[in-house]
């Protein structure tokens, strides 16, 4: 049995399903990564909300882009934070944090930058921009390893000095002590 374009309790396609599915998940995490007091539990809703934009970037047909989220800000960054944090300092957030003290100011530029969303998208004329545009992942490839190397390799040589001064400062012994 074949399964139907729409989804038959409420109608909508599946794409459109998936999407509101994936960036509901987003946001819920990104929520979750400014409220939770617990600094490990907070990179884990940092990791779930990154994994929910690389499925948005798989909807729009950029696998590229959502290989690199994967790679880069799952794979590298988010690991390093939680690494750091977990080797570094104590667990628990404390009891007053510096933003919540800063909560009326918070607010109100946060509904000011809504305000400005609600106006960008409803002035956007979206016709164009709905079309799926697919990435030439082998343009991409050929342009970054012919004319693009040696910024390439500085930059992934600059990423290794990073990771070895983090795992350097991460087990230096207190020599003040």
């Known amino acids: 049995m074949p399964i139907p374009d729409q989804v038959p309790i409420i109608g909508a396609s599946w794409g459109d399903v998936l999407f509101v599915v994936l960036a509901a998940t987003m946001l819920g995490a990104a929520l979750l990564v400014v409220t939770l007091r617990d600094i490990i539990r907070s990179g884990l809703a940092m990791i779930l909300a990154f994994g ?9 047909g950029a696998p590229l882009v959502a290989a690199a989220q994967v790679l880069v800000y799952i794979g590298a960054i988010s690991v390093l934070i939680l690494f750091a944090v977990m080797l570094t300092q104590a667990k628990n957030a404390p009891a007053r944090l510096v933003f919540q003290t800063q909560a009326i100011p ?13 106006l960008t998208v409803t002035g956007t004329d979206w016709g164009a921009v709905g079309q799926v545009i697919q990435t030439a992942t082998s343009d991409l490839a050929t342009l970054l390893f012919t004319a693009y190397v ?6 992934s040589v600059l990423l290794l000095a990073a990771v070895i001064g983090g795992v350097f400062l991460a087990k230096r012994e207190d020599r003040d002590a």
């Not at 929910?52 to 729009?60: D, Q, R, S």
């Not at 918070?106 to 609600?118: D, R, W």
């Open 52 to 60: 929910a934009l690389a499925g948005l970037y798989v909807m729009l």
């Open 106 to 118: 918070a607010a109100i530029a946060a509904a000011v930058l809504a305000i400005v969303i609600a």
């Open 150 to 155: 040696l910024p390439f390799e500085v930059v």
